[in-house]
T-cell receptor
């Protein structure tokens, strides 16, 4: 079962940063935080993951709080193509069992 | 160069029929998965195979039988299709083991409609 809590929807203006929060207060020490997104009805797309340090790649940045009970996915300059449902998942390394919650529907508006 | 591919993309069939969905990955991964996304958009894991061996079976009816002829393929066969089987089925793959990111890569999905 999903062990994360996300707001059901958020709006963001095109060109602005989109900050998507996720609560995972019961996260265990060996669990990673993964972020995926699903655009319309396509297959989920991997964005980024982390354990305790902040991470950045070409798509996004992941900020994990020091107590690891919450995290924020940052899309630095949102575009209309970033409109999607964003899923935050916690899973132990090598557990191979992702539980998807209901995610956050991000609406990027012109 | 599609990393994870599925066929068919759409499948419409009558109740009671038997159908198969095929999945192939060219990423060299050793673990493959099937997920089901229902009409409420909840995405749930069904099966996971590692090197052709079943490692996860999430209380799925035994009408669903995954088959992995080799580690690059994981097919899903469904017997006696029911209305409630209508959903989008996603295949995924990942690389287990030390040094891997454990990231799962998903296929484009197969939309199954049972009439």
């Amino acid at each position: 079962d999903a062990k994360t809590t996300q707001p059901p929807s958020m709006d963001c203006a095109e060109g602005r940063a989109a900050n998507l929060p996720c609560n995972h207060s019961t996260i265990s020490g060996n669990e990673y935080v993964y972020w995926y997104r699903q655009i319309h009805s396509q297959g989920p797309q991997y964005i980024i993951h982390g354990l305790k340090n902040n991470e950045t790649n070409e798509m996004a940045s992941l900020i994990i709080t020091e107590d690891r009970k919450s995290s924020t996915l940052i899309l630095p300059h949102a575009t209309l193509r970033d409109t999607a449902v964003y899923y935050c998942i916690v899973s132990p390394y090598n557990f191979n069992k992702f539980y998807f919650g209901s995610g956050t529907k991000l609406n990027v508006k012109p | 160069d599609t990393a994870v591919s599925q066929t068919p993309k759409y499948l419409v069939t009558q109740m009671g029929n038997d159908k198969s969905i095929k999945c192939e990955q060219n990423l060299g991964h050793d673990t493959m998965y099937w997920y089901k996304q229902d009409s409420k958009k909840f995405l749930k894991i069904m099966f996971s195979y590692n090197n052709k061996e079943l490692i996860i079976n999430e209380t799925v009816p035994n009408r669903f039988s995954p088959k992995s002829p080799d580690k690059a393929h994981l097919n899903l066969h469904i017997n006696s299709l029911e209305l409630g089987d209508s959903a989008v089925y996603f295949c995924a793959s990942s690389q287990r083991g030390l040094g891997s990111t454990d990231t799962q890569y998903f296929g484009p999905g197969t939309r199954l409609t049972v009439l």
